[in-house]
Nanobody, 126 residues
Framework: QVQLVESGGGLVQAGDSLRLSCTASGRTFSAYIMGWFRQAPGKEREFVATSTWSGGRTNYADALKGRFAISRDNTKNTVYLQINSVKREDTAAYYC???????????????????WGQGTQVTVSS
């Protein structure tokens, strides 16, 4: 069992940068593949990014490549999502998730994940 808590969301202006954090507690954090998803109002949840256990491999949604960066610090049991040059369309609730098994790699589907955080809201104003 692992518990995930996201933080770092808020109201930002278009063009700003933002870093979201997700801290895990429970079982060994480094054993999990970690992913970020987001859900905008009235839209389905979408995949954002994922990272292997060591952070050596990452994968991004094609439409988000270049502005988003996932990283992790296993010594702090934390995974990060850096968002640069935020746009209004980035407004969404952002969720981190943990997957037990690497066989899902690149683990872009929500059903690949076993644990979810409660989400952190990002609102971008123009």
């Amino acid at each position: 069992q692992v518990q995930l808590v996201e933080s770092g969301g808020g109201l930002v202006q278009a063009g700003d940068s933002l870093r979201l954090s997700c801290t895990a507690s429970g079982r060994t954090f480094s054993a999990y593949i970690m992913g970020w998803f987001r859900q905008a109002p009235g839209k389905e949840r979408e995949f954002v990014a994922t990272s292997t256990w060591s952070g050596g491999r990452t994968n991004y949604a094609d439409a988000l490549k270049g502005r988003f960066a996932i990283s992790r610090d296993n010594t702090k049991n934390t995974v990060y999502l850096q968002i640069n040059s935020v746009k209004r369309e980035d407004t969404a609730a952002y969720y981190c998730a943990a997957a037990n098994y690497g066989s899902c790699w690149p683990c872009t589907d929500g059903s690949d994940y076993d644990y979810w955080g409660q989400g952190t809201q990002v609102t971008v104003s123009s």
